[in-house]
């Protein structure tokens, strides 16, 4: 009997191990693909069969070469035709001395047909701010998206088979969050089960906001606080 008593031959010998199991279980090596990120992981949007990798152009005539980045939420319709995707990030421009451009420097909802096999880009809509809210009206006729550190809430409804916003955003009344020097954030947004409340997770902040709606459009009116109809839909 031979002892291997060198690293290296431990090492020869665990490989020769290793080769001869991978055979027996017809187990093949492969090569890691995909794009690596920080967190050590690997990105592979187009592992799914069939699947397609689309960058979110918002066709700025000022940045043609701008896309957009951070795409943080997908919510899709309730009769699964239509895909909104919000961003959520750093999407800001500036020009050739280094100012913004603030009609160059938004947060967008880039709305998708998804009814046919491949899905098709129809809208794309911008917000000042935003920050992982949107959730759809039950019935499907619009959306809701959270300003994020505007502290407000946008409503777009469909109109001629087009989104449009109904203005003014409805404000949700925070002065400040809780920390020294902190803004409040519209986070997180659902509607409720009666289609009637839309409910605002609140970041950085005490207190939570419902909106109220009995039918039609939104015009806010009024804000309070927990427990109580913040904003009521006339």
Known sequence: MRFLSSPTDRWRACRVTLVVLAVLTGC???????????????????????AEFAMLDPGLAEFPDFRAGQAV???????????????????????????????????YIFVYDVGAAVPQLQQVLTVPDSFIGIAWDRDGSGFHVGGGVDDNVHSFVRRDG???????????????????????????????????????DRRRASVDRRA???????????????????LRRQ
Do not use: C, W, Y
């Open 28 to 50: 093949t090596t492969t090569t890691l693909d995909g794009t690596f990120v920080p967190t050590g992981q690997r990105v592979t949007p187009l592992a799914a069969p069939g």
């Open 73 to 107: 939420a997908l919510a899709a319709s309730p009769d699964g035709r239509t895909l909104v995707a919000l961003t959520s990030g750093f999407n800001r421009n500036s020009d050739a001395n280094g100012r913004r451009v603030a009609a160059a420097s938004n947060e």
């Open 162 to 200: 087009r989104f449009a916003e109904v203005t003014p955003a409805i404000p949700l009344g925070h002065q400040e969050g809780l920390g020294v020097k902190t803004k409040p954030a519209t986070a997180g947004m659902a509607v409720a089960p009666d289609g009637h409340r839309l409910l605002v």
């Open 212 to 230: 109220h709606s009995d039918a039609g459009p939104a015009q806010p009116s009024r804000a309070q606080s927990r427990g109580e109809p913040a």
